[in-house]
């Protein structure tokens, strides 16, 4: 994909050849050479160390409010079923039956109306 790009575009073609020119042969006064950093050893041993010995209280209080949270949680929805399940239980089949008689034999909206129409219909007769 890029070399078809390099193909097509001059622009990147040349940046890409004469970068390609200089990484070849580095001239040493735009790359000096590096040392190497003489504490960085004991920098990386302190930083292990404090690491692995560190302790982090934001950390497990997070955690531990976690499972608190969940802990109350589990506790509530096992309470809560509890008593749903013992308001059930407490129907008998001919109270839940009764129940679902009288929502369904409640008129309607549309009903209601209907029999308004047909009232005033025949009450203009």
């Not at 790009?5 to 073609?13: A, M, N």
Request: some cysteine.
């Amino acid at each position: 994909m890029v070399k078809t790009h390099l193909e097509h575009c001059s622009k990147c073609r040349d940046y890409y050849s004469s970068m390609a020119s200089l990484m070849e042969s580095p001239d040493e006064e735009f790359f000096p050479e590096l040392e190497p950093d003489p504490y960085l050893a004991t920098r990386v041993k302190a930083r292990a160390r404090k690491d692995a010995w560190g302790f982090k209280p934001m950390h497990w209080l997070r955690w531990t409010l976690v499972g608190a949270a969940s802990s109350i949680a589990i506790l509530v929805g096992v309470e809560l079923g509890n008593s749903l399940y013992t308001v059930t239980q407490s129907d008998t089949g001919t109270e839940i039956v009764s129940t679902y008689y009288q929502a369904f034999s409640q008129q309607s909206i549309a009903d209601q109306w209907q029999d308004v129409i047909q009232t005033n219909q025949g009450n203009d007769k």
